[in-house]
């Protein structure tokens, strides 16, 4: 899914209230007998799951970084001293 086509609102949301809304549909979705009438509720889902895992790589390269600059900083203590 293309960025664009995804509801901003969700992208300012938290993983976790993401994935709250995840459970949410998917529990909606055991209680329907029609499955073409859950249609649209499926393409949320997807956008939803999108979502998630742009965050979730977000997040995951901003703690690889972090610690990269952490080791960093601890050599140039070490070649200080």
Known sequence: M??????????????????????KIIE??????DIRSSL????KLI????????KFQKKSKDINQN???KVKSIKK???VK
């Not at 649209?40 to 393409?43: I, L, N, P, R, T």
């Open 47 to 54: 956008k939803l799951n999108s979502i998630i895992e742009k």
């Open 67 to 69: 610690i990269k600059d």
């Open 28 to 33: 909606e979705l055991e209680k329907q007998k």
């Open 2 to 23: 293309k960025e664009k086509n995804l509801p901003d609102y969700n992208n300012s949301k938290s993983l976790e209230e993401l994935t709250k809304e995840v459970n």
């Open 40 to 43: 649209e509720d499926y393409q």
């Open 77 to 79: 203590k070490k070649n």
